[in-house]
């Protein structure tokens, strides 16, 4: 297939991602009535609920590895195949992120006891920065790829305590301590 077929198919994805989002009963956009670029609080009921917000830094990491494990996967495939991949990966992610079950295993945890889910413009914007870090993990040499995935690590874990790692581990096992740490006990 072609370079152009690829790219077709990515966004192929991102469209049945917002289907599926608005299918779910998503809102498109925050029901608090208007949309920002920017919402800086990491625990408050518009979290995921705007263009951007602390969380969709980590969805560079999301493509950053994507990149990786596809170009492991599969090294001869080609990067425009790899690309539309890495690209339904995350949107089908984010669709799963979204379903009652996941959203309330995240209400468990301290930082998420509000949440209620992504708005669809939200979701859609952190899967085109997935495909961001997609881009950048296939033009940035590898090391600088690596400083910039623990850079967000640990920019985020200072600067609202949770980060992409602490997500993950939440989600799997979810601990006491770390919910007491991100609330500042």
């Given at each position: 297939m072609t370079t152009r077929i690829w790219f077709a198919l990515a966004a192929g994805f991102v469209a049945l991602q917002a289907i599926a989002l608005l299918a779910l009963g998503l809102p498109l956009i925050c029901t608090c009535g208007h949309l920002d670029l920017w919402h800086g609080n990491p625990s408050g009921p518009e979290t995921s609920q705007h263009l951007t917000d602390w969380y969709t830094v980590t969805h560079l990491t999301h493509g950053i590895g994507f990149y990786l494990l596809l170009w492991l996967a599969a090294p001869r495939m080609s990067v425009a195949a790899r690309f539309a991949i890495a690209v339904g990966l995350e949107?089908?992610?984010?669709?799963?992120?979204?379903?009652?079950?996941?959203?309330?295993?995240?209400?468990?945890?301290?930082?998420?006891?509000?949440?209620?889910?992504?708005?669809?413009?939200?979701?859609?914007?952190?899967?085109?920065t997935a495909a961001v870090g997609f881009v950048l993990a296939r033009f940035l040499p590898v090391w600088t790829s690596i400083v910039l995935v623990v850079a967000i690590e640990l920019i985020l874990g200072l600067a609202i305590r949770d980060n992409l790692t602490l997500n993950i581990v939440q989600l799997i096992f979810q601990s006491d301590a770390i919910s007491r740490w991100q609330v500042g006990g």
């Amino acid at each position: 297939m072609t370079t152009r077929i690829w790219f077709a198919l990515a966004a192929g994805f991102v469209a049945l991602q917002a289907i599926a989002l608005l299918a779910l009963g998503l809102p498109l956009i925050c029901t608090c009535g208007h949309l920002d670029l920017w919402h800086g609080n990491p625990s408050g009921p518009e979290t995921s609920q705007h263009l951007t917000d602390w969380y969709t830094v980590t969805h560079l990491t999301h493509g950053i590895g994507f990149y990786l494990l596809l170009w492991l996967a599969a090294p001869r495939m080609s990067v425009a195949a790899r690309f539309a991949i890495a690209v339904g990966l995350e949107a089908g992610w984010e669709v799963v992120e979204n379903m009652p079950f996941i959203m309330e295993r995240y209400r468990q945890t301290a930082l998420a006891r509000g949440y209620f889910g992504d708005s669809v413009v939200n979701s859609v914007f952190d899967t085109v920065t997935a495909a961001v870090g997609f881009v950048l993990a296939r033009f940035l040499p590898v090391w600088t790829s690596i400083v910039l995935v623990v850079a967000i690590e640990l920019i985020l874990g200072l600067a609202i305590r949770d980060n992409l790692t602490l997500n993950i581990v939440q989600l799997i096992f979810q601990s006491d301590a770390i919910s007491r740490w991100q609330v500042g006990g």
